[in-house]
């Protein structure tokens, strides 16, 4: 295993205020103390080293840009970002866990919940104390979340909830879920569904080749009584949801940066020592096209997001430009990492180096959160003005 050397090309650093390279430097440092010594292990063994959702917690990077008031660390979208691109050089699984608790559970608990919901859920989410899951995607409907047939019914003061959620980032060890079901209109609702609750299990998906340090599962809801209390009183419809994915999508396209900056480092360092016909790999032309284009590639991804960035935190960040921004980041990632491997030979497949994990990590990445081919679709409906997704 290398030294980890950050790919600058551009000097994007002195675009990044200090407070942003503060928290960087402590995440990479985490990352490089905690993540990078076991994670390869737990991929491996397919176990979701756990007790990594506490220590983000204490540094304060769940929820980031949550305020204090909350237990969040009041930062900018900008910090995100940052944090998320970190994340991800130890391992997609990792920044996941984070995305999911951040932008899937604690965002929607603090834009649509009630000042009740923030205070019980938002602290212990922030500190790591409470894991969260999302449950949108069903067994039937993935892409098209719009057709989802779990449901609610209103009953003597609570809600009856039935239906399955599949796919789920943190399901099997998650203390509370953030569920969408319809009403009895067919309008799509948030609520909060906690472990324990009569009719709620939560099975794990097991034998996945990619993503195999985070535990993903089904959410099973079987006449669940969900109190008044535990709906999110301020959003209805599908724009609720898919809020959510917003910001999760953002900071994806900044995460992916990571995998592939470590990948490009890996790859750069073994070609400078590894020699056949008497020389570095390196020197050879080919081996420098495969860094070169790498390397171009994780610049302009970086200049992608950074603006990205800027946007955000003015507010100007639309669904569509964050959708184009992840596709293309995590699709950068992906090739970044098979010619990465390539340039390894038999070492690139082995656990020796983490390249083949994130290529296999990158593969759930294309999908989640709006698969590559949906993204080019919202892109494709954002300068046409019509969609064709139907
Ligand atoms: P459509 O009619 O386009 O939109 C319905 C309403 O929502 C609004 N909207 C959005 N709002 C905020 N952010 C977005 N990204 C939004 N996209 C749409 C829209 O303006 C509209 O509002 P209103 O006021 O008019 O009602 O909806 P549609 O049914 O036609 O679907 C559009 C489509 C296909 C783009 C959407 O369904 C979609 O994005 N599908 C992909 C599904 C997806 O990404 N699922 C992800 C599940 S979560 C996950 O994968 C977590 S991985 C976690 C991890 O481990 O990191
Ligand atoms: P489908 O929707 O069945 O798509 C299959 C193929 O058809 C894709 O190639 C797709 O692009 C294509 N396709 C679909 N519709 C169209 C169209 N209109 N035009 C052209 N092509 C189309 N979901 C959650 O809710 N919460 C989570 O925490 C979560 N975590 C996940 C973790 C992992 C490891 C994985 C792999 C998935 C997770 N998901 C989660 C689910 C994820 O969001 C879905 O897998 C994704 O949205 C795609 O849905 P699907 O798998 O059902 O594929």
Redesign the pocket.
Known sequence: MYPYIPVDHYLLDELLPEEHKIIRSSVRNWISRSVVPIIEKAAQHHRFPIHLVKEMGELGILGPFIPEKYGGAGMDQMAYGVIMTELERGD??V???A??QS??VMYPVFEYGSEEQRMKYLPGLAKGEIIGA?G??EPNH??????METRIVKQNGHYILNGAKM????APVADVAVVWAKDEEGTVRGLIAEKGMPGFTAPETKGKWS?RA?V?GELVFDNVVIPEENIFPDIK??????????S??Y??AWGAIGAAMDCYNTALQYSLERKQFGKPIASFQLTQKKLAEMLTEITKAQLLAWRLGVLKNEGKAT??I??LAKRNNVKMALNVAREARQVLGAMGITGDFPIMRHMMNLE??I?????HD??L??TG?DITGL?A??
């Open positions: 997609s699984g920044r996941s866990a995305s999911v932008s899937l999302f949108l995607t993935g892409s098209d979340p719009g057709s796919w789920i980032t943190n993503l985070s993903t419809g599908l724009k609720g949801p898919l809020s959510c994915l917003s999760a999508r900071g994806i669904p569509a964050i959708s759930s990445v999908t989640y959160e709006g698969t949906i993204h679709l919202i409906q969609q997704f139907k």
